[in-house]
């Protein structure tokens, strides 16, 4: 697997981790909401229960500013 992709958007200030090449329209078949009170992050998952990507709010705050450049 190669490093995974990110997309930030720093006007709303949330990042998306790619974790799969590419996630095709209906790809998401659940998301999982994580605790506000630590910060949003939502976990997208196939039908198969396996992650595709990662959806942080509050990215600069949450994740490293490396991660936020690339």
Known sequence: MS????????????????????ILSGGVARTISMDPR?????IDLDS??????????DARRMLPPDLLRQ
Do not use: T
């Not at 490093?3 to 590419?22: G, M, N």
């Not at 630590?38 to 939502?42: C, F, H, I, L, R």
């Not at 198969?48 to 709010?57: A, K, L, Q, T």
């Open 38 to 42: 630590e910060g949003m992050v939502n």
């Open 3 to 22: 490093s995974p992709r990110v997309e930030y958007d720093p006007e709303a200030d949330a990042a998306y981790i790619y974790l799969v090449e590419e």
């Open 48 to 57: 198969d229960g396996r992650i595709g990507g990662i959806e942080v709010m």
